[in-house]
């Protein structure tokens, strides 16, 4: 597609069930990576993902959260026994390259929402 | 938080006037950007200044950077109404693996009325 499509764009659970978020980036862009942004904490890195590099995980809050990116494409995020703390607003991006300028081409967001 | 901080938090100006926000951060750096975020919308990517550039200009916008003080400043000129949004200045870290790794401001929130 034309540009980072992420679904779905609002997933409203349940505390302690699981969840997925998935992100198609941009045609072609080797590097992916998700942030999340709260209220509280403003815009957080999680992980990131280049080529066939194994990932950098150093984002991620807690082990409840993981993420898989298959075929060098789609991305998916997954929540394990959500909690309240997890509700924001999830936002994947991606870009040419890795070690290139950096410049991050983001997605819409996936907005969840933790009862 | 290992993030920077922007300000002001809000700014609200009028249509045709000039808007001013300013960052600042921790580490050193291999380049600041700054990102535009409509409301609901995701990150949009403005200008991207390297560390070495001590300014830097593109349509309306010029940026700044003054890594001694590690600070940045971004102007939009003659602004306008579709300019309200929030804007984020975002850092990579001189020393990281990946120079889309950033670190987000909390980002300033502008207004700008017809």
């Known amino acids: 597609g034309a540009g980072v499509s992420q679904s779905p764009s609002n997933k409203v659970t349940e505390k302690g069930k699981d969840v997925e978020l998935r992100c198609d980036p941009i045609?072609?862009?080797?590097?992916l990576y998700w942030y999340r942004q709260s209220l509280g904490q403003g815009l957080e890195f999680l992980i990131y993902?280049?080529?066939?590099?194994?990932?950098?995980k150093s984002g991620l809050p807690s082990d409840r959260f993981s993420a898989e990116r298959t075929g060098g494409s789609v991305s998916t995020l997954t929540i394990q026994r959500t909690q309240q703390e997890d509700s924001a607003v999830y936002l994947c991006?991606?870009?040419?390259?890795?070690?290139?300028?950096?410049?991050?081409?983001f997605g819409e967001g996936s907005r969840l929402t933790v009862l | 938080s290992q993030q920077g901080e922007e300000d002001p938090q809000a700014l609200s100006i009028q249509e045709g006037e000039n808007a001013t926000m300013n960052c600042s951060y921790k580490?050193?750096?291999?380049?600041l950007q700054w990102y535009r975020q409509n409301s609901g919308r995701g990150l949009v990517h403005l200008i991207l200044?390297?560390?070495?550039?001590r300014e830097k200009h593109s349509g309306r916008l010029r940026v700044t950077l003054d890594t001694s003080k590690k600070s940045s400043s971004l102007l939009i000129t003659a602004s306008r109404a579709a300019d309200t949004a929030s804007y984020f200045c975002?850092?990579?870290?001189?020393?990281?693996?990946?120079?889309?790794?950033?670190?987000f401001g909390q980002g300033t929130i502008l207004t700008v009325h017809p």
């Open positions: 991006a991606s870009s040419g390259s890795g070690s290139g300028t950096g410049e991050l081409f």
């Open positions: 045609s072609g862009h080797t590097a």
């Open positions: 993902f280049q080529g066939n590099s194994a990932p950098d």
């Open positions: 580490t050193s750096i291999n380049n």
């Open positions: 200044i390297r560390s070495n550039e």
């Open positions: 975002a850092t990579a870290y001189a020393g990281g693996t990946s120079y889309g790794k950033l670190t």
